[in-house]
Each structure stands twice: as structure tokens, then as C-alpha cells.
């Protein structure tokens, strides 16, 4: 039962790379999200999906790009690291009658 | 936009004892979710609950969607209840709204 999976777990990339963060949920669910969670904060939305093919902007979507060609995989993209995108990322997925299930984050350090 | 207060923002317990934690929101809200981040990181959800009451173990929960707020009750606490416990609210569409948090640590 994995649930939700992010790949990788940690990166440090340097000012003006990009990469691409891998969500994968086995759960079926409908709904897909991306936040970043930065020190002594909450979390805030970057973006969101209500299904394959669908995607939508957050509180945060500037500077990132999304996108969910499967059902079950929900990507986040930076094509221009900047040290502010320096955070916590998780991934998430819900249905219409169930809470969210986090994955386990990804640690990305812009240097 | 809503806005999400959570009380308080650190707790400190010795083992055992209860605590309520309080979440408060400026808007009417459609769903209503606690979690627990645990001191490595990892978020897990406790509660889904728009309306009502729910229990689970240790931990209940009560959502009084009229009067805009939900409190997070755990009883005789552990020490692996330390973490940060988040509400986080919905009004429509999947725009969730994260409170910032309480952080609670247990003494053994």
C-alpha cells in the first residue's frame, strides 16, 4: 500500500536549473495537488488537478509548471531554479469523500 | 480570502494529560481536515470532518460549521503525539486553506 510517492526526496540544484519532481498516487483518487512548505509556516497551494488532463494555479504557481498526463502521476516543474523555490515539497491526492494523503516531501535546496 | 487561525500556536505537556486544540476560520467552509506532521516530517491525515464529530482512538474531533471553528482533542497524550498538528480548510473547489499550525511537544 504505498499510497503517495515522491521521487526524488532530495536536490540541490544551482540558480537557473531546472527539474521536474514525480508524484505518484495508487489510490485511484480524482484529485492531485503540489504545496511547498517553507520554515515555521503552513503549506500553500502551488497548484492543483481535478483529473487527468487538468490542471490549475494555487496561492504560489509562479514559477512552476504542472502537469498530469496519467491519472495516477501529477508532475511539478522548475525550468529556472531560483533560491526563493528553495522548500519543503509535498505532493498530495483526495477523493470526493476522503482527506488528503501527503507523500513524504522532497527537500530542494536552490543554491 | 478565508482566514485560518490556530490556537495555541506551542503546547507543552507532560505524558498523559489532555489537551484542546483550536481551529477557527472566517468563512463558511464545505470540508475540514486535521493532520499531524510528525518531528521527521511526514503529514498524516487524522481527520475529514465538515460537521460533526469523530473519534479515533485517542484523538476526537468536533467541526461547528455555524459558528466557524473545530477543535482537535487528544487524551492522555504520548510522547509520539509530539509534532505539529495543522487545520486545514476548504470553500469550494480544492483551494484548501492551512492554518499555521500548533506545535505540541510531550514530556515523558
Known amino acids: 500500500n504505498a499510497g503517495v510517492t515522491q521521487t526524488p526526496k532530495f536536490r540541490v540544484l544551482k540558480t537557473g536549473q531546472s527539474m521536474t519532481l514525480l508524484c505518484a498516487q495508487d489510490?485511484?483518487?480524482?484529485?492531485m495537488y503540489w504545496y511547498r512548505q517553507d520554515p515555521g509556516m503552513g503549506l500553500r497551494l502551488i497548484h492543483y488537478?481535478?483529473?487527468?488532463?487538468?490542471?490549475a494555479k494555487g496561492e504560489v504557481p509562479d514559477g512552476y509548471n504542472v502537469s498530469r498526463l496519467k491519472k495516477q502521476n501529477f508532475l511539478l516543474g522548475l525550468e529556472s531554479a531560483a533560491p526563493s523555490q528553495t522548500s519543503v515539497y509535498f505532493c498530495?491526492?483526495?477523493?470526493?469523500?476522503?482527506?488528503?494523503?501527503f507523500g513524504s516531501g522532497t527537500r530542494l535546496t536552490v543554491v | 480570502g478565508i482566514q485560518v487561525e490556530q490556537s495555541p500556536p506551542d503546547l507543552i505537556l507532560q505524558e498523559g494529560a489532555n489537551s484542546t486544540l483550536r481551529c477557527n476560520f472566517s468563512d463558511s467552509v464545505n470540508n475540514l481536515q486535521w493532520f499531524h506532521q510528525n518531528p521527521w516530517g511526514q503529514l498524516i491525515n487524522l481527520f475529514y470532518?465538515?460537521?460533526g464529530t469523530k473519534q479515533n482512538g485517542r484523538l476526537s474531533a468536533t467541526t461547528v460549521a455555524t459558528e466557524r471553528y473545530s477543535l482537535l482533542y487528544i487524551s492522555s497524550s504520548q510522547t509520539t503525539d509530539s509534532g505539529v498538528y495543522f487545520c486545514?480548510?476548504?470553500?469550494?473547489?480544492?483551494?484548501?486553506?492551512f492554518g499555521a499550525g500548533t506545535r505540541l511537544f510531550v514530556k515523558a
Open positions: 489510490m485511484n483518487h480524482e484529485y
Open positions: 488537478s481535478v483529473g487527468e488532463g487538468t490542471t
Open positions: 498530495a491526492s483526495s477523493s470526493n469523500s476522503a482527506g488528503y494523503t
Open positions: 470532518i465538515p460537521s
Open positions: 486545514a480548510v476548504g470553500t469550494g473547489g480544492l483551494k484548501t486553506i
